[in-house]
């Protein structure tokens, strides 16, 4: 009987032309980012590797424990993000009024 063992240091990579080299699911492009997104929102792992369908639930805890090893970084990743999108959205609607 043959079993295919994967390395689980195999699973999150980081590429500097990919998503700004944040960590990724190795081979899916989907970012350690929007799965503790996902997570934080309260969704279960076995949630989110349903709606994130070409994901397996091993991806997916690989995501979340790279997470909880690197919260720091996720979360600042995250914050940066979400007060990126602000900056944005307030500069759009200042054009829209002016």
């Known amino acids: 009987m043959s079993t295919t063992i994967t390395d689980i240091g195999t699973l999150i ?9 944040c960590p990724i699911i ?15 929102q309260g969704y279960s792992p076995e949630e989110i590797a349903d709606q994130i369908g070409h994901l397996t639930l091993g991806q997916v ?3 979340l424990t790279y997470y909880h090893i690197n919260r720091e970084e996720i979360d600042a990743d ?16 200042a054009k829209k009024l002016g």
């Open 26 to 40: 190795a081979g899916t492009g989907v970012t350690v980012r929007r799965i503790a997104i996902w997570y934080k």
């Open 78 to 93: 995250i914050a940066y993000e979400e007060a990126e999108g602000d900056r944005i959205e307030a500069l759009h609607k």
């Open 13 to 21: 990579t980081r590429h500097p032309g990919i998503h700004g080299g």
């Open 61 to 63: 805890y690989a995501a």
